[in-house]
T-cell receptor, first 116, second 114 residues
Framework: GDSVTQTEGQVTVSESKSLIINCTYSTTSIAYPNLFWYVRYPGEGLQLLLKVITAGQKGSSRGFEATYNKETTSFHLQKASVQESDSAVYYCALGAITGNTRKLIFGLGTTLQVQP | DPKIIQKPKYLVAVTGSEKILICEQYLGHNAMYWYRQSAKKPLEFMFSYSYQKLMDNQTASSRFQPQSSKKNHLDLQITALKPDDSATYFC?????????????FGSGTRLTVL
């Protein structure tokens, strides 16, 4: 089946420090899935942060970056300098296919806490 | 203003009862979905609807029944509730079924079954 693994349940980083949130994936339904990072800010619904549909490419948004690495089946999220407003839950996801329909397969999520 | 409204935010129910989770979207989208996140589990896909027709059902139990009375509504009826149904239920929408990976989510309904 398809799965996404986020190894850190919670990450605490001081403001202005760098961040990396790990994500690896496994898929059987599609050879090169589209990869996504969604973010959920407190009290809100999940929203798309960035997506990459081509292996080897990098996506970026709001200072965050992630590179689609098909060799290591990874899609780690990075930011050079975090802000307190980045505190949220970050979900890695892949696009899977079941029959004729598409759906997202999510990781468990990583809670980022940025300390002032 | 939130574009996808889920009601209620919190819901407590007793085992064996029935509840309806409400979802309305004001994005003009043609596809709607339900996802669920139980404790220590990832968000999991439940249903997808496109133009008010069921496209995919990944729930094993018939106790979960989506209801689409209008194009921008997709409610979720859950009958014979069990403690294992305790989870946060997220409604989402996309422009159409082909855009099922670019989703807009509501803030969720947290259901606790005692």
């Amino acid at each position: 089946g398809d799965s996404v693994t986020q190894t850190e349940g919670q990450v605490t980083v001081s403001e202005s420090k760098s961040l990396i949130i790990n994500c690896t994936y496994s898929t059987t339904s599609i050879a090169y899935p589209n990869l996504f990072w969604y973010v959920r800010y407190p009290g809100e619904g999940l929203q798309l942060l960035l997506k990459v549909i081509t292996a080897g490419q990098k996506g970026s948004s709001r200072g965050f970056e992630a590179t689609y690495n098909k060799e290591t089946t990874s899609f780690h999220l990075q930011k050079a300098s975090v802000q307190e407003s980045d505190s949220a839950v970050y979900y890695c996801a892949l696009g899977a296919i079941t029959g004729n329909t598409r759906k997202l397969i999510f990781g468990l999520g990583t809670t980022l806490q940025v300390q002032p | 203003d939130p574009k996808i409204i889920q009601k209620p935010k919190y819901l407590v129910a007793v085992t064996g009862s029935e509840k309806i989770l409400i979802c309305e979207q004001y994005l003009g989208h043609n596809a709607m979905y339900w996802y669920r996140q139980s404790a220590k589990k990832p968000l999991e896909f439940m249903f997808s609807y496109s133009y008010q027709k069921l496209m995919d059902n990944q729930t094993a139990s018939s106790r979960f029944q989506p209801q689409s009375s209008k194009k921008n509504h997709l409610d979720l009826q859950i009958t014979a509730l069990k403690p294992d149904d305790s989870a946060t239920y997220f409604c989402a929408s996309s422009q159409d079924g082909l855009s099922a990976e670019t989703l807009y989510f509501g803030s969720g309904t947290r259901l606790t079954v005692l």
